[in-house]
């Protein structure tokens, strides 16, 4: 994206996006990054130092002020890019060995404290020196400017195209690439093309599921050693007026990439070698794919929030081996956005972390960013994901109830595994991670689910377990089956979307019921599960790994409001097929719905009365003004042992305690 701001050009590029040349073969169904471009091993290349995030121009009365932000900064000197100022009116090649033209008539060569400037406006292609290079390591910078005497902007429009590489500090050129990486070589080895590894100004990178990574137009430019198409024009008279306030970051609308900056970073770049695989990263599970401060994630806004004013949201997990992106420009996306929902999908540390450790804490710095920046009903924030998203939508929506409205899922992973056949077998990422076991913590989150009779890889018969205990339970569910495997469920989404909009999240229900798991917290990152509505503070008597309680508490201040399960019933119907980046979509897609609801009888006379059960609990508070309670309320409990319920603000007071 590009804005001019109080008298700067900016524009921000994609993140992690440092792939290079080359053209991946692609699998179907599974798109996958189309640069091949391998970084050396050796960690001052941190696997990510060539990405160029954002680059910024200020002219002033000496000559042009450029600044230059990477992801990463380790040792500046081992990468350079490339500012190309001007039009030479035909291509012209790029120099110190990038393997690249495109038009221009300056060449600013920047890496470390240094630079250099190619001139292709002069006969001898004379070169020069930039002086007055600084860096600045905190903050991953590098700023430069470039004197009158070697540019000179015109008062219109000039053309500007920038690239970054690795450097070659001895041959002063950039590196190139061999077969495999080593120690300082780069691997990934294309047939020709640039050693170049970022190109800035792609604003035409296409949004679409098959281009995920937002690089396919880089890697193919790259590949042919072409960047021509890859620039901006930069509007003096823009840059003039936004001295005085111009137009700023305008609101935009539709598919967005937005970066969070996070408050974690275990190391800088790509984890590398050592990255972690399988359930979670960080801290001793390894470094995360994406290990750095800053987080991709993607934003679908809608042309207009509710009628309120406010914004709906829904928090949409992305599947296994994928990104941020894999919903970008879909039927999916535009369905869920309807009714002024903003869509979100945080990109999860990497492709298959599960939702786990650093992976948890990306989707809730993510959601928090959003909040702070869009006015979002709090009552109307849902849940959804697929496959391996599905699964993280059940865990985080279980361990944190009271966040949600309403949970959607599509072909749901039900552990945090693939090829699980099921209980009584154990999953090979733990027992801790069967989502069945949470259920009885989603009485006020209905749910939704959309699942394939043939799903080869999360289990069809799992999916249903699932559904059948929210059954067992008398809770609200929606269990939606299609002749589909795991890949080709491809329905019009308007039904889900529409049940995600639908429901609201209610602030004091009358009854809450909470499983409460040590496993569930991580307390390195500050994530605490001990809180559902207005039940806070539960403490496990068994604080091991494998430590699980249970409370079931119910208010009667506002009087005793009973659900009566309804159902199940059961209906048929067909849905039409929707833009899809699967394998291969169904002509259409009959379906077998079975719900059960709620039928809510008339309340009895309010009483100042709260009933706790626990099982496994130390002790637990309860947050008397939520629960619309007074300090004088009468407490019963029944429990396995000696449990201790805390009503803070209140003089301390010994409850009723039975069944120890």
Same mark, same amino acid.
């Given at each position: 994206?590009?804005?001019?701001? @109080? ?8 993140? *992690? ?33 060539? &990405? ?7 002219? &002033? ?94 008062? /219109? ?114 984890? /590398?070698?050592? @990255? ?31 009628? &309120? ?33 903003? #869509? #979100? ?243 259409? *897609? ?19 009365? #709260? #009933? ?27 429990? &396995? ?20």
């Amino acid at each position: 994206m590009s804005v001019y701001r @109080a008298g700067e050009f900016v524009y921000q590029d994609f993140i *992690y996006d440092d792939r290079g040349a080359g053209e991946t073969p692609q699998v179907p169904g599974v798109p996958r990054p189309t640069g091949t471009y391998e970084y050396p091993t050796d960690p001052r290349y941190a696997g990510n130092a060539a &990405d160029l995030l954002e680059f910024r121009l200020k002219p &002033d009365r000496n000559g042009l002020l450029i600044r230059l932000t990477y992801n990463s900064m380790i040792a500046p000197g081992l990468v350079a890019t490339t500012v190309a100022l001007g039009s030479s009116g035909r291509p012209v090649a790029w120099p110190h060995g990038a393997g690249a033209q495109s038009p221009a008539k300056v060449f600013v060569t920047v890496h470390g404290r240094r630079a250099e400037v190619v001139r292709q406006d002069v006969a001898d292609s004379s070169s020069g020196k930039v002086k007055q290079v600084t860096v600045d390591h905190r903050r991953r910078q590098i700023e430069f400017r470039v004197p009158r005497s070697v540019f000179n902007p015109p008062e /219109g429009t000039f053309r500007i195209a920038a690239a970054s590489g690795l450097w070659d500090p001895d041959s002063e050129t950039y590196v190139a690439r061999s077969a495999t990486a080593g120690e300082s070589t780069p691997g990934g080895s294309a047939s020709g093309g640039s050693e170049l590894v970022n190109v800035a100004f792609r604003n035409a990178e296409p949004v679409e599921p098959s281009n995920p990574w937002r690089e396919r137009a880089q890697a193919m430019a790259l590949s042919q050693g072409d960047l021509s198409d890859f620039y901006a024009l930069v509007d003096m008279g823009r840059l003039r007026a936004s001295r005085t306030g111009g137009p700023g970051i305008p609101h935009l609308t539709g598919d967005l990439n937005r970066i969070v900056v996070s408050h974690f970073e275990e190391k800088q770049g790509r984890g /590398g070698p050592h @990255a972690a695989s399988g359930v979670g990263c960080g801290g001793s599970r390894g470094p995360c794919d994406y290990s750095g401060r800053l987080q991709p994630y993607s934003l679908h806004v809608p042309a207009r929030p509710g009628s &309120d004013g406010l914004y709906g949201l829904i928090l949409d997990l992305h599947n296994a081996n994928q990104s941020h992106n894999v919903r970008a420009g879909t039927d999916h996306v535009r369905a869920m956005a309807r009714e002024g929902y903003l #869509v #979100v999908t945080p990109g999860g540390r990497g492709p298959t972390y599960w939702y786990d450790g650093l992976a948890q804490v990306d989707v809730w710095e993510v959601l928090a960013d959003v909040l702070r920046r869009y006015p979002v009903a709090r009552d109307r924030i849902a849940i959804a994901g697929t496959s391996m998203g599905g699964y993280g939508a059940y865990k985080l929506a279980a361990t944190f109830p009271s966040l949600f409205s309403a949970l959607g899922v599509l072909v749901p992973c039900t552990s945090a595994d693939v090829l699980w056949p099921g209980e009584p077998t154990e999953p090979a990422s733990g027992v801790h991670t069967v989502v069945r076991r949470l259920m009885p913590s989603m009485r006020n989150v209905p749910t939704m689910s959309w699942v394939g009779a043939a799903d080869e890889l999360c289990g069809y018969s799992n999916e249903r377990s699932v559904h059948e205990e929210l059954v067992r339970l008398g809770y609200r569910t929606s269990f939606w089956t299609f002749p589909a495997d795991h890949q080709t469920l491809s329905a019009d989404r308007r039904p889900l979307a529409d049940f995600l909009h639908r429901a609201r999240s209610p602030h004091s229900p009358d009854r809450v019921t909470y499983v409460v798991r040590d496993r569930a917290a991580d307390r390195r990152w500050g994530l605490e599960a001990d809180t559902a509505y207005w039940l806070t503070d539960a403490r496990l008597r068994d604080m091991s790994s494998s430590g699980e309680g249970f409370v079931d508490a119910v208010t009667f201040a506002a009087g005793g409001r009973a659900t009566t399960p309804v159902g199940p019933s059961v209906t048929t119907g067909v849905l039409q097929p929707a833009s899809s980046d699967l394998i291969s979509v169904l002509p259409a *897609y009959p379906y077998t719905r079975e719900d059960l609801t709620w039928s809510t009888s008339r309340a009895e006379p309010a009483r100042d009365l #709260v #009933v706790v059960r626990t099982r496994g609990l130390e002790s637990i508070a309860v947050n008397l003004l939520d629960a619309r309670l007074t300090c004088r309320a009468k407490v019963l409990v029944e429990s &396995d042992g000696p449990v201790l319920i805390h009503f803070p603000g209140c003089p301390l007071r010994r409850p009723l305690v039975r069944g120890h």
